[in-house]
């Protein structure tokens, strides 16, 4: 279902970007952020940012890419694919310019699920682009571990 929000509305509408990469797992955050942009009543983007200029770094990329595609869209998701040098930094100019509210990342390899100080330490690249007032949605590698909302409206961590 594609959601359509028009003139004022679209002003103060929640949007939320689901951030993947070419594989399986990123299913599980599209699902996520369809959800979460569910329950806001917003729009969903789906954004995949190749590092560089060659998304054929490996045979099955395109076709996972498409498939991935296929579900963010029959999810309602607007679909973006950018091939860029600093994928950080494009990801702060993209939820500037896309007025992106919630950001929804996988969760990078950690040793403590919880500890939000070394999150955030992983993190470090992305978040020093993107806007505060993005939230970042963390999604756990394991589904029985909570989602890490890292809250930065007005500077806030």
């Excluded at 993947?20 to 940012?49: M, W, Y």
């Excluded at 498939?67 to 679909?79: C, H, K, P, R």
């Excluded at 919630?102 to 040793?111: A, D, E, R, S, Y």
């Amino acid at each position: 279902m594609i959601r359509e929000i028009n003139g004022d509305e679209k002003k103060n509408v929640e949007r939320v970007a689901v951030c993947i990469t070419a594989q399986g797992n990123s299913r599980r955050l599209i699902a996520k952020g369809a959800a979460l942009a569910d329950e806001v009543d917003g729009e969903l983007h789906i954004l995949h940012v190749q590092q560089g200029n060659n998304i054929f770094h490996n045979a099955d990329t395109p076709k996972l890419l498409e498939e991935l595609f296929n579900y963010g869209s029959q999810l309602g998701g607007m679909i973006h694919f950018h091939c860029e040098d600093d994928v950080a930094q494009f990801l702060g100019r993209f939820a500037k310019e896309q007025q992106i509210t919630q950001m929804v990342l996988g969760q990078p390899p950690m040793t403590e699920a919880n500890d939000a100080d070394q999150l955030l330490h992983k993190l470090k690249e992305i978040v020093r682009f993107i806007p505060p007032q993005v939230d970042l949605v963390v999604v756990p590698r394991n589904d029985a571990l909570p989602n890490v909302i890292l809250r930065r409206k007005n500077g806030e961590k």
